[in-house]
């Protein structure tokens, strides 16, 4: 069992960059990967990345690469998702989530965070 608190949202114009964290507890989070996913109004839960439990492997989804940063520090429990160049369109309550595999897929998670609310002004 591991539990997950997002912080690190706000609001910020477009071009912009924010930080966010997600703080897990258990003696276990250094064998869980992590995932960030986001969900505007109206819309599905999107995959944004993942990191596996060392780090060595991580995943982007392709609206996002070479602007996002996943990173983890399993001294602290804390997942990153540093997040540049932001769009009014990634406006999103964004959720970081955590499984014993390797996926992309929300399914696959079976620990979620509450999620902290991203706003993109333009």
């Known amino acids: 069992q591991v539990q997950l608190v997002e912080s690190g949202g706000g609001l910020v114009q477009a071009g912009g960059s924010l930080r966010l964290s997600c703080a897990a507890s258990g003696r276990t989070f250094s064998t869980y990967t992590m995932g960030w996913f986001r969900q505007a109004p109206g819309k599905e839960r999107e995959f944004v990345a993942a990191i596996s439990w060392s780090g060595a492997r991580i995943i982007y989804s392709d609206s996002v690469k070479g602007r996002f940063t996943i990173s983890r520090d399993n001294a602290k429990n804390t997942v990153y998702l540093q997040m540049n160049s932001l769009k009014p369109e990634e406006t999103a309550v964004y959720y970081c989530?955590?499984?014993?595999?390797?996926?992309?897929?929300?399914?696959?998670?079976?620990?979620w965070g509450q999620g902290t609310q991203v706003t993109v002004s333009s």
């Open positions: 989530a955590a499984t014993l595999s390797y996926s992309r897929e929300a399914r696959s998670y079976p620990y």
